[in-house]
T-cell receptor
Framework: DAGITQSPRYKITETGRQVTLMCHQTWSHSYMFWYRQDLGHGLRLIYYSAAADITDKGEVPDGYVVSRSKTENFPLTLESATRSQTSVYFC???????????FGAGTRLSVL | KQEVTQIPAALSVPEGENLVLNCSFTDSAIYNLQWFRQDPGKGLTSLLLIQSSQREQTSGRLNASLDKSSGRSTLYIAASQPGDSATYLCAAPSGGSYIPTFGRGTSLIVHP
């Protein structure tokens, strides 16, 4: 199916563990983005990528790592999860810089 | 840094009313402004994209206007329906950037 897929949809982990959230898009869009959404803060950009092997920090990158070895995949890794990283994470892709095209359904992460 | 504010934060109206949702932004040197819809537990869906050279965009019962000089955009929903119940977010990039800053959204409930 065409689209943007995030996995897992739900994840519970413990403080200090490494967690990787996956994002896969089927359109070969150049641009991909990771956001977190929290009550009281709205959507905040974590990292973004303009093409394979090109990534850049967003507003709240601390504690996160990304990679983009293939155009269609953009995984987000929490190297050592903290309770403050409990959030809903959204991946997005777009074919140009003119608009945020498509969002995934989100991953709800709880860090205990 | 771009700041995006949405008023009201929440709105509850009877079916059939015409609605206006407001979005203001601090940096008027924007390439575009975009309105999204988010249903509970879901990702964002793009509704309307207004380029900086445009004054408004229409899609069905939705009309979005943009006034860069005053730093404002409005989303007009005609003849609201219960299916319009969702959170509506606007997003605008900072001047010279294509990376958008999101408002915190307006949560809309349309009751029968």
């Amino acid at each position: 199916d065409a689209g943007i897929t995030q996995s897992p949809r739900y994840k519970i982990t413990e403080t200090g563990r490494q967690v990787t959230l996956m994002c896969h898009q089927t359109w070969s869009h150049s641009y991909m983005f990771w956001y977190r959404q929290d009550l009281g803060h709205g959507l905040r950009l974590i990292y973004y990528s303009a093409a394979a092997d090109i990534t850049d920090k967003g507003e709240v990158p601390d504690g996160y790592v990304v990679s983009r070895s293939k155009t269609e995949n953009f995984p987000l890794t929490l190297e050592s999860a903290t309770r403050s990283q409990t959030s809903v994470y959204f991946c997005a892709s777009s074919e140009s810089t003119s608009a945020q095209g498509y969002f995934g359904a989100g991953t709800r992460l709880s860090v205990l | 840094k771009q700041e995006v504010t949405q008023i009201p934060a929440a709105l509850s109206v009877p079916e059939g009313e015409n609605l206006v949702l407001n979005c203001s932004f601090t940096d008027s040197a924007i390439y575009n402004l975009q309105w999204f819809r988010q249903d509970p537990g879901k990702g964002l869906t793009s509704l309307l994209l207004i380029q900086s050279s445009q004054r408004e965009q229409t899609s069905g019962r939705l009309n979005a206007s943009l006034d860069k000089s005053s730093g404002r955009s409005t989303l007009y929903i005609a003849a609201s329906q219960p299916g319009d119940s969702a959170t509506y977010l606007c997003a605008a990039p900072s001047g010279g950037s294509y990376i958008p800053t999101f408002g915190r959204g307006t949560s809309l409930i349309v009751h029968p």
